[in-house]
């Protein structure tokens, strides 16, 4: 199946429920509850390679869990709409999936802007419906606590990648990051939490949209001196960005925050320019099948879809996983937060280990580097 088909589908019932109408197959037997996930994400704005491939790999779960009998015997709906990455749409559609769809929880929402809008909104505040495994790496207090995050925070990524620079003997460090409401957010978080760290603070660059400050952001990375450059920002920005960059400062280390879509990085450089970029990631090696819950994953997509692994798909489907599996030790799927603490907690995905009694139930980060045929080591 393709992938334009394959997003359709849950679109598809977005457009349907409002109606009363299910799509053909979706009817369940008779007494048997269904559960309704309901996502709002970015698949044509700026982040929609993310989005659309975390979407993927969380359908690619669900799918699973349905032909399977569910979840407690319950099926999944997949409800999926498309925000493009603007918090003013994210909050729009979540009041109607909550309103009309009649979602059970929020799943996935991506980008930290449209999470934090979604949290204070009134359809949000005066519902019961928690947001599980959102793409953020910064806490949303406004959410009283109805969150379940899964990927490490932006302040921990941050740590564990300028430690890894500077254990290479490398000190004046920078980050460089677009000007968008997520990504400020985002590069706020990732700097307040380095003050135990005891290094040189890193000097904060602004990346244009499109990189259409490139040069004079090449021209004071080299002024100041900087060793290595940590990327927040769009994939199409950071790849026009290092066309240049990578050219005229090849001594540079340049390293990709986990929200930079790698693949259309590495689709704007070319080989050349890609090898021995670093790469941060919130889950293992894509591509890695010594890894159970890795192979599971290439397994089924390799089924359905004729496309390689990427870290945001197999982001999507480990996510959608944790969401199955709490969703097993609970009736009520509206209280999502307190199951996970108090009757999960620990859970072993396959080589994947999560702790949902954490506020963050995965602290590991990955760092690899870039190879000419866009693999990672």
Aim: with cysteine; aromatic share 6%; glycine share 10%.
């Amino acid at each position: 199946m393709d992938r334009r088909g394959f997003l359709n589908g849950a679109m598809l019932a977005a457009m349907l429920w409002p109606l009363g109408v299910r799509q053909v197959g979706a009817q369940e037997p008779t007494g048997r509850r269904r559960l309704v996930v309901g996502q709002t994400v970015d698949l044509s704005g700026v982040m929609q390679n993310i989005g659309r491939d975390y979407f993927t790999g969380a359908k690619l779960a669900f799918d699973q869990a349905n032909q399977g009998g569910g979840a407690g015997g319950r099926l999944i709906q997949f409800v999926q709409m498309d925000d493009g990455g603007d918090p003013a749409g994210a909050v729009a559609n979540a009041g109607k999936l909550i309103e009309s769809v009649g979602a059970d929880v929020l799943f996935g929402l991506s980008s930290e802007a449209c999470v934090e809008a979604v949290s204070q909104c009134a359809a949000f505040r005066h519902s019961d419906v928690e947001i599980f495994a959102p793409l953020s790496g910064v806490d949303h207090p406004g959410a009283k606590g109805r969150v379940v995050y899964l990927r490490p925070s932006s302040a921990d990524e941050m740590k564990l990648v300028l430690k890894r620079l500077t254990f290479m003997s490398l000190t004046r460090l920078a980050i460089l990051h677009t000007e968008t409401p997520s990504m400020i957010a985002t590069r706020d978080a990732a700097l307040g939490g380095l003050a135990e760290l005891n290094i040189e603070r890193p000097r904060s660059y602004v990346l244009k949209d499109g990189a259409s400050n490139a040069r004079s952001l090449i021209e004071a990375i080299a002024r100041d001196r900087i060793q290595a450059v940590v990327i927040m920002s769009d994939a199409f920005s950071a790849g026009l960005l290092l066309q240049q960059l990578r050219v005229q400062n090849p001594a540079l280390f340049v390293c990709l925050g986990s929200m930079v879509d790698v693949s259309t990085v590495y689709q704007i450089l070319g080989q050349s320019l890609s090898n021995g970029v670093m790469v941060s990631r919130a889950v293992p090696d894509p591509s890695n099948t010594l890894i159970p819950v890795v192979a599971n994953f290439k397994r089924i997509l390799a089924r359905y879809m004729d496309e390689a692994p990427s870290s945001a798909g197999l982001e999507g489907f480990i996510a959608a996983q944790t969401l199955l599996a709490v969703l097993r030790k609970t009736d009520n799927p509206r209280q999502l937060a307190s199951a996970a603490r108090n009757r999960v907690g620990a859970l072993d995905l396959g080589g994947w280990t999560v702790n949902l009694a954490n506020n963050r139930a995965s602290g590991r980060i990955e760092i690899s580097m870039l190879t000419r045929d866009g693999r990672l080591i």
